[in-house]
């Protein structure tokens, strides 16, 4: 029987996943299906009771649904568990249904190498520098700062995932020099004006790495502002597409090409391909 998969939200009909998924699964020709799925308000465990009962066999889920699906699964992985919210499901072998989270680890894979002595920065306080952080830290980094606007928040998210050290944005700035890797995760700096910046990069690292989680625009103020310097950008292009290469290497058992789906879904958002 024809495997499928799906992804699950409100509202759905903007994700790049069908594309993205579908075009692996034909790269990899494998005999399978991927479906976005709107799940109206208060529909949600009637959604997942029809998926389980019309034999999908995993799927992803987005907002607002990643820490409301999860008493509706059998299993939540740790990557899952330690931040409250679930993208992925996978189906076992036994049938039962497992929640997974692979933003943070999707993340991390979009920056390239780096090392676990980098020292990172990341800015804001919500469930994406949740998911990030705790991603981090599973993979044994020790060296993160969390800024944020609100500095109470940073220091709770710091004391619940038990890592790193909570800085307020002034802080960040003035020590902007001593990280290797600065992550913004905020919606701040989105107006084309620099003065909206969370913090300013004048006295960035040379070399250092500037990411944002955000994939439209391409190329949003903050990025902008960083590429004036010696660094290289990533914007949040590269997540979406590692975490979905991650979810799907679970269903399947094989790893997709990333790298080629980066450079089509740039072609798509109108923009050109550079990782610098």
Aim: overall charge negative; glycine content about 8%.
């Amino acid at each position: 029987m024809k495997k499928w998969f799906a992804v699950i939200g409100n509202p759905i009909a903007h994700s790049l996943s069908p594309y993205m998924h579908d075009t692996w699964l034909e790269e990899q020709h494998i005999n399978a299906s991927y479906i976005p799925v709107h799940v109206e308000e208060g529909k949600l465990e009637e959604a997942v009771n029809a998926l389980k009962l019309l034999g999908c066999s995993g799927w992803n889920v987005t907002v607002p649904y990643k820490e409301a699906i999860i008493p509706f699964l059998d299993e939540v992985d740790n990557s899952a568990k330690g931040i409250g919210a679930v993208n992925t499901v996978v189906k076992t072998g036994d049938g039962r249904f497992v929640g997974y989270n692979t933003d943070g680890f999707g993340f991390i894979e979009s920056l390239g190498p780096i090392d676990q002595t980098n020292r990172i920065l990341i800015i804001g306080a919500g469930g994406a520098a949740r998911g990030i952080a705790h991603a981090f830290k599973q993979l044994d980094f020790s060296h993160i700062a969390i800024a944020n606007r609100t500095y109470a928040n940073a220091k709770r998210l710091v004391e619940e995932l038990q890592i790193g050290q909570a800085i307020t944005l002034e802080e960040a700035e003035a020590t902007i020099a001593q990280f290797d890797v600065i992550v913004h995760t905020t919606p701040q700096g989105m107006k084309n004006n620099t003065a909206t910046l969370p913090i300013q990069l004048s006295q960035i690292k040379e070399h250092a790495i500037v990411a944002d989680i955000v994939y439209n625009p391409l190329v949003t103020p903050f990025l902008e502002e960083a590429k004036k310097y010696n660094v290289r950008t990533v914007n949040g292009l590269g997540m979406l597409v590692h975490q979905g290469a991650i979810a799907f290497t679970y269903w399947n058992g094989v790893k997709p090409n990333t790298e080629q789906m980066v450079e089509r879904l740039t072609e798509q958002l109108g923009g050109n391909y550079v990782n610098r």
